[in-house]
């Protein structure tokens, strides 16, 4: 059964990237489940995957206008779909530096991959429920998707 | 190894040294006969130097008979005569004596080609010669003093020894004026005997002597000869033997390497069929050249150069985990390990692994390690690990395991819900579903405000009590616990300052355990109204229960949906509908709260068969919480009413009557205590839902109106029964939702009536 501590383990990973990253943090908003069906997927999505202890993915999915204004606020200049993948792929970076960090040695963390569209890219875990995260950052909202066995 | 242990190098040994000491004879024979090829040549020397002695002897005795003629002194010349004879007898002496030679350095040599017979006859003839020789020589030789009469003017000075340069003198010497002694003309008579005998055999004795000398040389032309043929004869038999050894040697590698070649072939053979990964790991823990081909597949890679075991396992395996298999591959070279307690202990006996899946994400495995340790003249040299993928094992034993696991779980799940009427169960779950994903609804509502979040917390708290309430009249203890565990978590939430989303995560795993044991319980029921329905059959078809079909339920095998259940009550023959199973579950649930507090309760349902659809979910969830609140709050315990002459058991009875055009009525009403409305105040106060200054102002009405409010209850602790003020306020809401009215009666010590108007449905109506 996931744990509140696991979850939370994700959600500051997430957060802490917009504190000190993107200069503003982020409010986490309402979190729920998905059972049946893919959960959301934007248009940017940063990939983190896990075994060991507890199996699946967690990601990160952001729309484009949310990612150029991070961009703009961080002081980047060429707002290109590169750099957003970089972007998004470096949250899942921190979020994945925060696991290893809070999990210790039972997992195994794999290295971020970035998705841009192309939802039927992100495999969830058969039969898994996902826990949806809202991240909303200034009027924007991207979502951190966790699912683990 | 030892010196003489040569092992496989002892053939090539042996005709090695073999080749050598006949090399050494050879070279030792070629040494004898060079030796004596420097003799014969020292033999020559000396026989064609002595060839010339008897040419000395007879030019010195004519020499001395030309003096003497000439009257000249004799000594000089006749001692040369003295040595030439001497000499070359001793010389003919040595030589016929077994052929012994004086060479220039003085060294005694022996011509071994003077004993052959031709030279031994011709020594002979030559000694012969000589003797007559000597014979002759012998007067000559033996005199001394003068020749001549001793009135004679003394000779004139004696002329050089060559005998040539003499005859000019002698000849010039006036003959008339020498006049010899008696001795001096025997001396000549004998000179004369002597130089007439010396005259042929001077010459045949240098003739002998050539010969022998030419002998000689042809003994030593021969020796010569032998030499070039041994010479040569040992190089052919060197080469001869070194091409044997080289054949030999080339054969006996050929066959090496056929068997080496073949050995190699079966052990590639070997590594590359053999199913389990085998490599060899050295001190520095870096692996071995040769490994199976297997290795490539389990650990999915080509390249294994130069590749730690530390590198090897880095990638796939969580830090922790190799972290303990070098400590342990570290002990395993230790000196004084007990290898067999070792492997006990052996951390990769089952070791997950996981490969980065090109597609993303990871490959789970599980592989099997083991090692041996491989000894090398004593001393630990390496370690042979053997590696097998064990994933498909290990899986069927997880699963096996999960399968009893989950057989237990299921068990004391079932043995939980045996009791419960299928049909209540199967409308509590589908009722509890259908709360549960209002909940996750609920949650998924953005929310950005703290106002808003809070909102939440209202709604999702009905829900989630509707359940646990159901749940607990359903005697569902561990669904009714997980619900309880939830408003637990609302409430810690209602009492913040502050809320975001982080603080509602709580809330999605306690949701997400709520959904997953829901789940357990639908499929447990699944299979039990699967097992109804079996009996069911066999009991109608007049036979008995198939062993076969209970079995296959027990074992999980026949996995009846819920949608068959719901299509099964008819056959159940036990139920006449859900709202049946409802005045069971309130019975059931009266009877427990009951027995929780001590008390006894009879409780009347009436017309619940008569409820609509539109109102079902409804009317379940207000009774139950109003008999719940009734036997908690209303009925007293049995010495209580005793006192006020009240029969033990409390009386509570749940009536639904169709209003006509008016809708429905639904009267929830108990012979307990009443509403007790100065404690209502108090607990009112407490809470803080009113001042006391507002309790003052209260009527008997308004009173009674709070406990409708939420948060209120007159519990004095939280149990999962009462306690936290939230049922009379899902009462309103719900009755408030369906457009109805709630009213209220209660006399102090006699009774309260919950009465509840619900409108009419379209449904309602028509049925």
């Excluded at chain 2, 922790?320 to 342990?328: E, H, Q, S």
Aim: proline share 4%.
């Amino acid at each position: 059964m996931m744990t509140k501590v696991e979850l939370e383990t994700f959600v500051e990973g997430t957060t802490h990237y917009f504190a000190t990253a993107a200069n503003q943090p982020a409010s986490v908003g309402s979190p729920y489940i998905v059972q049946e069906g893919k959960p959301t997927i934007q248009e940017f999505t940063g990939l983190i995957s896990i075994a060991g202890k507890r199996r699946g993915i967690v990601y990160f999915t952001a729309s484009r206008p949310m990612l150029t204004v991070m961009l703009m606020r961080m002081g980047e200049t060429e707002l290109t779909q590169e750099n957003m993948c970089d972007l998004v792929g470096e949250v899942a970076n921190t979020i994945s530096g925060n696991a290893r960090r809070d999990f210790g040695k039972d997992f195994m963390i794999s290295v971020p991959t970035v998705v841009a569209g192309e939802p039927e890219k992100i495999v969830t875990p058969d039969n898994i429920r996902s826990f949806v995260i809202p991240i909303n950052w200034r009027s924007h909202s991207a979502q951190l998707v966790v699912c683990l066995e | 190894m030892g010196i003489l242990d040569l092992g496989r190098y002892k053939g090539i040994v042996f005709a090695i040294t073999g080749f050598l000491v006949f090399m050494a004879i050879i070279m030792a024979v070629n040494h004898g006969k060079a030796g004596q090829f420097s003799d014969n040549v020292a033999g020559v020397r000396f026989l064609e130097n002595r060839a010339q002695q008897p040419h000395a002897v007879y030019d010195a005795s004519v020499q001395l008979a030309q003096r003497l003629q000439n009257g000249e002194k004799i000594d000089e010349t006749l001692e040369s005569l003295r040595k030439a004879a001497a000499a070359f007898d001793n010389s003919l002496n040595s030589l016929a004596n077994g052929g012994m030679i004086t060479d220039s350095t003085g060294d005694i040599l022996v011509l071994p080609s003077m004993t052959e017979p031709a030279a031994v006859e011709q020594l002979k003839g030559a000694s012969k010669l000589w003797d007559g020789y000597k014979a002759k020589l012998d007067p000559i030789l033996r005199f001394s003093g003068s020749p001549y009469v001793t009135t004679q003017p003394a000779p004139a000075p004696a002329p050089a020894a060559n005998g040539k340069n003499a005859a000019a003198p002698v000849a010039a010497a006036p003959v008339s004026t020498v006049q010899l002694s008696p001795r001096g003309r025997r001396l000549q008579g004998a000179l004369n005997d002597l130089t007439q005998y010396g005259n042929t055999a001077h010459g045949q004795l240098s003739t002998v002597l050539a010969s022998l000398s030419n002998q000689v040389e042809a003994h030593s032309r021969k020796q010569t000869d032998t030499l070039r043929y041994i010479q040569i004869g040992g190089m052919v038999a060197a080469l001869l033997l070194l091409g044997a050894i080289f054949l030999f040697f080339a054969r006996n590698l050929r066959k090496e390497e056929a068997s080496s070649n073949r050995q190699r072939k079966e052990t590639q053979d070997i590594l590359r069929t053999v199913n389990e990964g085998l490599f060899l790991l050295d001190k520095d823990l870096k692996l071995g050249s040769e490994r199976s081909m297997a290795l490539n597949a389990i650990f999915r890679r080509e390249d294994f150069l130069d590749l730690t075991f530390d590198k090897l396992l880095k990638d796939i395996v969580p830090e922790k985990t190799l972290r303990t298999a070098m400590d342990y591959v570290a002990l395993l070279w230790g000196e004084r390990v007990n290898e067999k307690l070792v492997k006990t202990i052996n951390p990769l006996n089952e070791v997950e692994v996981h490969f980065d899946n090109p597609a993303g994400g990871f490959d789970t495995h599980f592989l099997e390690f083991d090692f041996n340790r491989v000894k090398s003249e004593g001393s630990l040299s390496h370690l042979l690990v053997t590696v097998n993928d064990v994933t498909k094992r290990v899986m069927l034993s997880r699963e096996l395991q999960e399968s009893q696991e989950k057989a237990q779980a299921q068990l004391d799940l079932l043995l939980r819900i045996l009791h419960v009427e299928p049909d209540s169960l199967t409308s509590f779950l589908t009722d509890a579903d259908v709360s549960l994903k209002m909940v996750n609804s609920i949650l998924k509502e953005p929310a950005r405000e703290e106002s808003a979040f809070r909102a939440k917390i209202d709604g999702i708290y009905r829900q989630v009590h509707a359940v646990k309430g159901e749940a607990a009249a359903l005697g569902l203890k561990t669904v009714e616990q997980r619900a309880h565990a939830f408003e637990e978590s609302l409430n810690d939430l209602k009492g913040r300052q502050s809320l975001s989303g982080s603080d509602f995560l709580p809330l999605v795993v306690k949701l997400d355990d709520l959904f997953n044991h829901l789940a357990q319980v639908r499929e447990m029921l699944s299979r039990l109204v699967d097992l109804h329905h079996a009996i069911a059959t066999k009991r109608t078809a007049g036979g008995e229960v198939g062993a076969e079909k209970v079995d296959q339920w027990l074992a999980g095998q026949d996995q009846t949906q819920i949608t068959k259940a719901l299509v099964a009550p008819a056959d159940l023959g036990e139920t006449t509908g859900a709202v049946g199973g409802l005045e069971r579950t309130l019975e059931d649930l009266a009877a427990r709260v009951a027995s929780s507090q001590s008390k006894q309760v009879n409780l009347r349902c009436a017309g619940l068969d008569g409820v609509p659809e539109a109102y079902r979910r409804a009317v379940k969830d207000i009774t139950i919480q109003l008999v719940r609140n009734a036997v908690v709050h209303g009925i007293e315990e049995p010495g209580e009413r005793a006192k006020v002459n009240k029969a033990a058991a409390g009386a509570l009875a749940v009536e639904f009557t169709p209003r006509g055009s008016d809708g429905f009525e639904l009267i929830v009403q108990d012979d307990g205590r009443g509403l007790q409305l100065e404690r209502i105040k108090e607990v009112a106060v407490e809470r803080g839902l009113i001042t006391p200054a507002q309790a003052a102002m209260l009527d008997p009405r308004q009173t009674m109106a709070l406990i409708f409010r939420p948060g209120f209850s007159t519990a004095d602790r939280v149990t999962t029964d009462a306690g936290r003020g939230a049922g009379m306020d899902l009462v309103r809401i719900l009755v408030a939702e369906l457009g109805g009215r709630v009213g209220l009666a209660s006399a102090g010590g006699k009774f309260s009536k919950f009465k509840i108007w619900l409108p009419a449905t379209q449904s309602a109506v028509a049925a």
